[in-house]
Each structure stands twice: as C-alpha cells, then as structure tokens.
C-alpha cells in the first residue's frame, strides 16, 4: 500500500551530512526556544532523529533590534558552554548565522559587512553542497516587501550565495515558476522537514516535493521553535 508515511523522504537523505541547517534553538532571543530547558529538549529530539549538529538560525529583523550580530555572538557562546557541559549531550555540534528577513533594516545589516552567514563548510554533504558562503534569508508569509529583489542581488554582489528559507511556504506570494527562476539567478533554497510531513498543510507539501523532484533544494532545516514542535513534524529518520 502507498501512503503519505512511505513517501516522506528520510533524513538521512535528506541531510546525509547530518546537521539541522534551520533551527530556533538559541534560548531566549527570538519566538524560539524560550529558555535553555527547552533548548536543551530541541537538541536531544534532534539527536534522537540521527542529527549530530544544527545551526542555530535566530530572526534578525526589524521589530527584534536587539538580535546584533555582537548581541546574538554572546549569547551564543553562553549557549555553547552550557551545553558542553550537559552529560546527555555528546559530541553535537553547533554553529551560528542567523535568518535575515528581507526588511526595511536588512540593507543596513549588509552594508555593515557584519553579517552572521552560515559558517562555510558546515553544510557540506548535503544535496548539493558547494564552497559558497550561504546567507539565511526570508520573506513575510502575505506580502512580498518592497526592494526584495534588489536586496538579493545586492547580498550576490556582497558575495555571498542568498539561501531562502522555506521557499515552499510562500504560496501566497510565489509560485514554483518564481521560485524557480529565482534559482536561476543564483538563490539557493532551503526546505523545511515539516513539510514533507503537511505540517503547513497539503499545498504546501505538494509544492516542496515538487522542488524536490526537480532537486531545487540545496539543503534541508527542522525551522525548530519548541520541543513540541519538532515532535509535531513527524520526521522519518
Ligand atoms: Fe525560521
């Protein structure tokens, strides 16, 4: 028999390299996870998965001014050291960028030249994986903000390679055909596991196994918020 379990791709497929490239789970600095306890539960649901590491992609966007680079480095590393001391917790490894929205502050962020990209190498063995420096970024879910377009070319120009979280999740806005030609001007696309699963619903699950199929995804994130989320997405290690 054929069923929706049977044709949610694995993980292990997906991310052979093994690291979540999407994930809130930077205690305390966004609508992600609200204290270490529950980060600490984020981390040993990803590692139940098969996962051995994850980016941790917290928002910077206009109504968060206070996630800085500077801000969300401290933090980070205050994360990093008390989860090297968690026994449960061994050999998982942990890195930071961030997800930029595409807001009227995001062209300051840029020219400041200090951005928090995706640390180069770490999503090598994924699909499709090259030497490129990758940037996190995304839109609002109902209105595509004026500048969009010359914001990614101006993050091309400054370098680096734009990876549009969640691409699927914008159907409101895109269609695979934008999306799609967005890949040919040199964006990178970042899937999200729940999708596969119609954690966002049925439409959204046909668009992601679309681009799927049509290998637009160059990598793959949980976009955890909550320990109770990442169960919810049914992932199929
Ligand atoms: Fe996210």
Same mark, same amino acid.
């Not at 990614?152 to 055909?177: F, K, M, N, V």
């Given at each position: 028999?054929?069923?929706?379990?049977?044709?949610?791709?694995?993980?292990?497929?997906?991310?052979?390299?093994?690291?979540?490239?999407?994930?809130?789970?930077?205690?305390?600095?966004?609508?992600?996870?609200?204290?270490?306890? *529950?980060?600490?539960?984020?981390?040993?649901?990803?590692?139940?998965?098969?996962?051995?590491?994850?980016?941790?992609?917290?928002?910077?966007?206009?109504?968060?001014?206070?996630?800085?680079?500077?801000?969300?480095?401290?933090?980070? *590393?205050?994360?990093?050291?008390?989860?090297?001391?968690?026994?449960?917790?061994?050999?998982?490894?942990?890195?930071?960028?961030?997800?930029?929205?595409l807001?009227?502050?995001?062209?300051?962020?840029l020219?400041?030249?200090?951005?928090?990209a995706?640390?180069?190498?770490?999503?090598?063995?994924?699909?499709?994986?090259?030497?490129s420096k990758y940037l996190?970024v995304?839109?609002?879910?109902?209105?595509?903000?004026?500048?969009?377009q010359d914001m990614l070319d101006s993050i091309i120009s400054a370098g680096y390679t734009p990876l549009l979280?969640?691409? *699927?999740?914008?159907?409101?806005?895109?269609?695979?055909?934008?999306?799609?030609?967005l890949v040919n001007r040199g964006i990178a696309?970042?899937?999200?596991?729940?999708?596969?699963?119609?954690?966002?619903?049925?439409?959204?699950?046909?668009?992601?196994?679309?681009?799927?199929?049509? *290998?637009?995804?160059?990598?793959?994130?949980?976009?955890?918020?909550?320990?109770?989320?990442?169960?919810?997405?049914?992932?199929?290690?």
């Amino acid at each position: 028999m054929f069923t929706f379990f049977q044709r949610r791709p694995r993980l292990r497929q997906l991310l052979p390299g093994g690291i979540d490239a999407h994930c809130h789970l930077l205690p305390g600095v966004d609508d992600g996870a609200a204290d270490m306890e *529950e980060s600490l539960s984020i981390i040993r649901g990803l590692q139940a998965l098969g996962l051995r590491g994850a980016i941790c992609t917290p928002h910077i966007m206009a109504s968060l001014p206070q996630n800085t680079p500077a801000y969300l480095r401290q933090a980070f *590393e205050h994360f990093q050291s008390i989860v090297n001391r968690q026994s449960s917790i061994v050999n998982f490894q942990l890195h930071l960028a961030a997800e930029y929205m595409l807001d009227e502050v995001f062209p300051r962020h840029l020219s400041s030249g200090d951005l928090l990209a995706i640390p180069e190498g770490t999503l090598s063995g994924n699909q499709k994986s090259a030497a490129s420096k990758y940037l996190l970024v995304e839109l609002p879910q109902y209105l595509l903000p004026p500048g969009w377009q010359d914001m990614l070319d101006s993050i091309i120009s400054a370098g680096y390679t734009p990876l549009l979280a969640h691409p *699927e999740r914008y159907l409101r806005l895109l269609d695979t055909q934008d999306i799609r030609a967005l890949v040919n001007r040199g964006i990178a696309l970042q899937g999200n596991l729940g999708s596969f699963a119609g954690y966002y619903g049925n439409r959204v699950r046909k668009i992601a196994q679309e681009l799927r199929a049509n *290998e637009l995804y160059t990598t793959y994130g949980t976009d955890s918020h909550s320990a109770r989320m990442l169960s919810s997405l049914r992932l199929n290690p």
